[in-house]
């Protein structure tokens, strides 16, 4: 009986379909918070130049510390790797290794040097002009970890001061601080 | 008014596929995508007679041209002169030559067109050479790209196998 006769037609209200706006914004943040990278600017103001002396005691002076390796001999496969340093304290560590071992023998010197100068952060690292290409990869892997900022010094410096070295110990005139 | 005798027969009702938010997302994901992707980045053509050293570090490669050193002589990946593809001897780079003066122009050249932005954070150079090469060979080659205006020189090297 309720059949018979039709029904009065629902007043119809229109929804608004966000579905796909919901997605399309979640989407667009995901990407947004994805792909923004966050700078912090900083301003450094420089004072006027003028010419100053340090006069606080507690600033210790610039270690300079080098990191050299050349060929132990003519015809050996052997690598001296000296690790040297000035400063109040300055000092020495001469060893011989093969190109197997540098990494690891370098990475005990640099710790060892580390332990004495925890602040330092930079070497010079140079080697005489025949060693390979894969040694100085080797050594960087090596002091990387505990002395960042590494600098390449030339080969001719390089082959000075392993000599330098070689000379003082030949002389019998090892610096305080050697090991 | 109408009248229906007969009972009402219940429509059919076709089940209908929602596409619009898919399309919507995808749509959006191929935009982000194309925007976001950079081209040969990371390509680096290693000259297959070298046999670069191995390395424990695993930083990734950056964005940066290439010098390579072949034999004895270097390669500018940023060159577009074609007298310049087949290199320049070291040995002109550090004693001075026709070479040095048209690499030093090419580089001067690819400089140049490194947007501002980009060169105010320092401009990196990647070398490649093999593990047997002479330091003397690699410090000149470094010393002439760093006065030649690279801020920083990057080492190219495989990684040593167990280190991963």
């Known amino acids: 009986?309720?059949?018979?006769?039709?029904k009065p037609e629902r007043k119809h209200i229109r929804e608004l379909n966000l579905v796909p706006v919901i997605d399309m914004f979640t989407t667009v943040i995901f990407f947004l918070l994805l792909s923004t990278s966050f700078y912090a600017f900083t301003k450094l103001t420089l004072p006027p130049s003028k010419?100053?002396?340090?006069?606080?005691?507690?600033?210790?002076?610039?270690?300079?510390?080098?990191?050299?390796?050349?060929?132990?001999?003519?015809?050996?496969?052997?690598?001296?790797?000296k690790l040297s340093w000035v400063g109040e304290s300055p000092g020495e560590e001469r060893i011989e290794v093969s190109e197997a071992e540098l990494e690891t023998k370098v990475r005990e010197m640099v710790g060892r040097?580390?332990?004495?100068?925890?602040?330092e952060r930079?070497?010079?690292?140079?080697?005489?002009?025949?060693?390979?290409?894969?040694?100085?990869?080797?050594?960087?892997?090596?002091?990387?970890?505990?002395?960042?900022?590494?600098?390449?010094?030339?080969?001719?410096?390089?082959?000075?001061?392993?000599?330098?070295?070689?000379?003082?110990?030949?002389?019998?005139?090892?610096k305080g601080a050697s090991r | 008014m109408r009248f229906s005798l007969t009972p009402k027969r219940k429509e059919r009702r076709v089940l209908d596929l929602q596409l619009t938010a898919m399309i919507d997302i995808f749509s959006l994901i191929?935009?982000?995508?194309?925007?976001?992707?950079?081209?040969?980045?990371?390509?680096?053509?290693?000259?297959?007679?070298?046999?670069?050293?191995?390395?424990r570090s695993k930083e990734s490669l950056d964005t940066a041209p290439t010098a390579q050193?072949?034999?004895?002589?270097?390669?500018?990946?940023?060159?577009?002169s074609p007298a310049l593809a087949q290199g320049v001897p070291i040995a002109e780079i550090t004693g001075?030559?026709?070479?040095?003066?048209?690499?030093?122009s090419e580089i001067q050249n690819y400089l140049g067109k490194i947007p501002a932005e980009v060169s105010g954070s320092g401009t990196l150079?990647?070398?490649?050479?093999?593990?047997?090469?002479?330091?003397?060979?690699?410090?000149?080659?470094?010393?002439?790209?760093r006065e030649s205006g690279f801020d920083s020189v990057l080492f190219v090297a495989a990684v040593k196998e167990g280190s991963q």
């Open chain 1, 113 to 119: 040097f580390h332990e004495k100068f925890p602040a």
């Open chain 1, 1 to 6: 009986m309720d059949d018979f006769f039709e």
């Open chain 2, 69 to 80: 050193i072949v034999g004895d002589r270097v390669v500018f990946s940023g060159s577009q």
């Open chain 2, 125 to 145: 150079l990647s070398l490649i050479a093999d593990r047997g090469t002479r330091y003397s060979q690699v410090f000149q080659v470094v010393q002439f790209f």
């Open chain 1, 122 to 174: 930079t070497v010079q690292l140079g080697m005489s002009s025949g060693v390979r290409y894969q040694s100085l990869i080797l050594a960087m892997d090596g002091a990387r970890e505990k002395l960042h900022d590494i600098v390449l010094i030339s080969p001719e410096e390089a082959a000075t001061r392993l000599a330098t070295a070689a000379a003082a110990t030949d002389g019998s005139s090892s």
């Open chain 1, 51 to 81: 010419v100053s002396v340090n006069t606080d005691p507690l600033t210790p002076p610039p270690l300079s510390t080098k990191l050299v390796i050349g060929e132990a001999q003519a015809q050996s496969s052997l690598l001296t790797v």
């Open chain 2, 30 to 55: 191929v935009i982000f995508l194309i925007k976001g992707t950079v081209f040969g980045v990371s390509d680096l053509s290693v000259d297959p007679t070298l046999k670069l050293p191995e390395s």
């Open chain 2, 96 to 104: 001075g030559g026709p070479g040095k003066a048209g690499l030093q």
